[in-house]
C-alpha cells in the first residue's frame, strides 16, 4: 500500500517536471529571442529578487512582493467579503420568500449578463482610480455565483426537515435560522469558490486598468518595460494565491460540512 | 372529553389534469380518548395520512373541525409530536441534537439539552450513539430518534405516519415491541397510521378501518386482546378475519397488504 501511495505522489509530479524540463531546453535552445520566452530559471530568479530582494534585478520590484501581493489580497478579501454578506442574505430572502423573489430577482437577472469587467469606466469615474473600483470590480464577480447557489440551496431545502422543525415549535425564523441555511450550505460553499475564482480574475483586472498597485499592476507593468521573466512570476503568484484561498475556504469547509463525510461519494476515502 | 376529536372532517383536492374535484375524506367522525393507541387502518390512498396530518396541522380540512385537547388545529405545533414515515432528521446535527432539537429552537443551554437528550436516548435504546450522525446509523435506529424526538417535547398526543414501513421484518417487529413498552410507560396517546393489519392489531387499543374513494371511516374496532400480542392466536386471527371482510366488501382495485408489507 505504502509503495502504491508512493508511486502516486511521484505520478503527479511527473508532467510538471517534463513541461518545466522541456520549457527551460526549448528556451535554452535559441530558437525564439530568450526575452520572448523566458526560462524557467530566469524566472524563477526574477521572483527571488522580487520576493526576497537577492540581487535586484527587478529593480524597483525588489523585495516588494509582500506589499503587491498584500495590496491585491486586502482587495480580494473585502469585496468578497461584501458580495458574501449581501448575497447570502438576499440569496436566503429570495429562496424562501415568493414575494421577495418577486420583487427583487428580476433586476438581479438583468444585471446579471452584464459582464462585470465593462462596468470598469464606471467603477473609475464613480470611485476614481484607487481601491474603491477594484473591490467593487471583485463584489460584482463575486456577488452572483454566491447569490445563485444561495437561491439553489434554499429553495432545495428537503420540504419534510422544516415539517419536521414546525412539529417541533419552529416559527419562520427559527426554520429559517436552525433548518434551511444548514442545508443550504452545502450549496452556498460551492457558491463561495466560484465567487473566489471570480474575485481574483477581476482583482487583476481592476489592477490592470484602474489601480496603481497589486499583483496585477506589476504583471501589466512589467509588460511594458518588456520583463517577461516578472511577467511570468506575477502569473505564478497570482494562480498560487487564487490556489491557496481556495484552498482556505475548502478547509472551512470541511469543519463545517463534517457531517457531510459519510454522505458524499468521495466520503468514502 | 376526548383528546382528539374530528368532527364531519372532508378533504377535497382539486385535481388540475383532470379539472374535477377529488374528494379524498369524506364526513370523518372520530374520537380518541386519552391514553388510547388508535391505529388507523386502510388501503393507500384512503386518505389515512391526510386525516394524521391534519391532526399535526399540516393540512387544514375543507369543511369541519379538529381539535386536540379542547383547542381548534389551525397550525403544527409541539404539543402534537409527529413520527414520520422517514426519520426527517437534521443530517448535519448529531444524535443528541436531534433528539433536543425543539429545545434548540427554543434556545435551552447546551447542558440543559443534553442532560434531557440523554433521557429520552436511553428510553429508545440508542445509548452509546448520541455523538454519531444520522447518516452514519441505519434506517431503524434513524426511527428511534424520531420517536426520541418527538416524546422528549412531551407532547399531549403522538402521530405516527407509517414509522415502520420502510424497515425489514425483523427490525419492525422489534420496534412494535419497543414502541408498545414505551408507550405502557410513558402513557400517552397515540395515532398511527399503517396498511399492515398485522400491525394495527400488534399495536393498536382500537383499529379504525378505513374505505377509499371517498376515504370513509367504516368501522372502529376496540381490541380487548392481551399483551404481548399473540400473532398466531384465535382471537387475534378472528379480530383480522373481521377486518379483512370489511375490506373485501369494498369494490376491487384498492390495495391492502394482507401480512405487513408485501
Known amino acids: ?269 | 372529553m376526548a383528546t382528539i376529536e374530528i368532527s364531519h372532517v372532508s378533504k377535497i383536492f382539486r385535481d388540475p389534469k383532470r379539472e374535477a374535484d377529488v374528494v379524498a375524506l369524506d364526513d370523518i367522525n372520530l374520537a380518541v380518548a386519552k391514553n388510547e393507541f388508535l391505529c388507523l387502518l386502510g388501503p393507500s390512498g384512503c386518505g389515512k395520512s391526510t386525516l394524521l396530518n391534519m391532526i399535526a396541522g399540516f393540512e387544514r380540512p375543507s369543511a369541519g373541525t379538529v381539535v386536540v385537547d379542547g383547542q381548534a388545529v389551525t397550525a403544527p405545533g409541539s404539543d402534537r409530536g409527529v413520527v414520520f414515515q422517514q426519520a426527517n432528521l437534521m443530517p448535519w446535527l448529531p444524535i443528541w441534537e436531534n433528539v433536543a432539537f425543539h429545545m434548540l429552537l427554543r434556545g435551552g443551554q447546551k447542558a440543559e439539552r443534553r442532560a434531557r437528550a440523554q433521557i429520552y436516548i436511553d428510553m429508545v435504546g440508542l445509548t452509546g450513539f448520541e455523538n454519531h450522525y444520522p447518516s452514519e446509523l441505519s434506517g431503524g435506529m434513524n426511527q428511534r430518534v424520531g420517536i426520541a424526538r418527538a416524546l422528549l417535547m412531551n407532547p399531549q398526543v403522538i402521530l405516527m405516519d407509517e414509522p415502520f414501513g420502510a424497515l425489514d421484518e425483523q427490525t419492525r417487529m422489534d420496534m412494535q415491541n419497543e414502541l408498545v413498552r414505551i408507550w405502557q410507560e410513558h402513557q400517552g396517546t397515540i395515532v398511527f397510521v399503517t396498511h399492515g393489519i398485522d400491525e394495527a392489531l400488534t399495536l393498536g387499543t382500537h383499529v379504525a378501518v378505513m374505505s377509499a374513494r371517498p376515504g370513509r371511516i367504516r368501522e372502529v374496532i376496540p381490541l380487548d386482546l392481551p399483551r404481548p400480542r399473540d400473532i398466531t392466536g384465535r382471537q387475534f386471527n378472528e379480530t383480522k378475519r373481521h377486518i379483512l371482510d370489511l375490506l373485501r366488501s369494498e369494490r376491487a382495485g384498492a390495495s391492502l397488504e394482507t401480512s405487513d408489507h408485501a
Request: aromatic residues 12%; contains cysteine.
Open chain 1, 1 to 269: 500500500m505504502r509503495y502504491i501511495r508512493r508511486l502516486r505522489t511521484l505520478d503527479r509530479a511527473i508532467v510538471p517536471v517534463l513541461i518545466l524540463a522541456g520549457w527551460e531546453a526549448f528556451s535554452r535552445s535559441g530558437a525564439l529571442p530568450a526575452a520572448l520566452l523566458p526560462a524557467p530559471s530566469t524566472v524563477v530568479w526574477a521572483w527571488a529578487d522580487w520576493v526576497f530582494g537577492t540581487d535586484g534585478n527587478t529593480q524597483t520590484y525588489s523585495g516588494h512582493w509582500i506589499f503587491d501581493t498584500a495590496a491585491s489580497l486586502s482587495r480580494v478579501l473585502a469585496g468578497f467579503a461584501i458580495a458574501t454578506a449581501l448575497a447570502v442574505s438576499i440569496g436566503a430572502a429570495i429562496g424562501w420568500s415568493r414575494a421577495t423573489e418577486v420583487i427583487i430577482e428580476p433586476t438581479l437577472q438583468i444585471l446579471r449578463p452584464i459582464p462585470p469587467v465593462s462596468w470598469i469606466p464606471l467603477a473609475i469615474i464613480w470611485f476614481g482610480i484607487a481601491n474603491k473600483p477594484a473591490i467593487f470590480l471583485v463584489f460584482l464577480g463575486a456577488f452572483f455565483p454566491i447569490l445563485l447557489n444561495t437561491i439553489h440551496g434554499v429553495k432545495n431545502c428537503d420540504r419534510n426537515l422544516i415539517r419536521a422543525g414546525a412539529m417541533v415549535g419552529g416559527g419562520n425564523r427559527e426554520l429559517l435560522r436552525f433548518i434551511v441555511l444548514p442545508a443550504a450550505l452545502p450549496s452556498i460553499f460551492a457558491g463561495l469558490r466560484i465567487g473566489i475564482g471570480s474575485a481574483w480574475m477581476l482583482t487583476v483586472t481592476a489592477e490592470m486598468v484602474a489601480v496603481k498597485s497589486g499583483l496585477g499592476y506589476v504583471l501589466w507593468d512589467s509588460y511594458y518595460f518588456l520583463r517577461y521573466d516578472l511577467v511570468l512570476a506575477a502569473m505564478a503568484s497570482i494562480g498560487m494565491l487564487g490556489f491557496l484561498s481556495d484552498l482556505g475556504i475548502r478547509a472551512v469547509m470541511a469543519r463545517v460540512l463534517h457531517w457531510q463525510r459519510n454522505t458524499t461519494i468521495q466520503g468514502g476515502e
